[in-house]
């Protein structure tokens, strides 16, 4: 068990390096706003997952389950809340064919 929960905590820390690197990689706020919802769902949840199974049953583990089910449902409004109200408020990106902002 604790191979596999080392693991799971290695693949949550790839998750999160491949989002931030998506985050300085693209040039559009939406497509970092969706690198970031990478880090915050993916990379958050193995990391987390992977610590539930090396600790095993104890009351810590219960705390971080109870953190895991509030990131599983607030990570996912925010970056939704997030991306919507940029989109109502108007704002729009322009890039032009080479990939470079105008």
Do not use: Q
Request: neutral net charge; contains cysteine.
């Amino acid at each position: 068990m604790e191979i596999l929960g080392y693991t799971l905590i290695g693949l949550g820390f790839v998750f999160i390096l491949f989002g931030l690197l998506g985050m300085f990689k693209f040039n559009s706020f939406f497509k970092r706003v969706l690198a970031s919802s990478l880090i915050d769902s993916a990379g958050f949840v193995t990391v987390l997952v992977g610590v539930l199974i090396l600790k095993g049953a104890s009351y810590f583990s219960l705390k971080i389950a109870l953190l895991l089910g509030i990131g599983l449902i607030i990570n996912p409004i925010t970056t939704h809340i997030i991306a919507l109200s940029a989109w109502k408020s108007g704002y729009k990106e322009d890039v032009c064919d080479d990939g470079t902002n105008s």
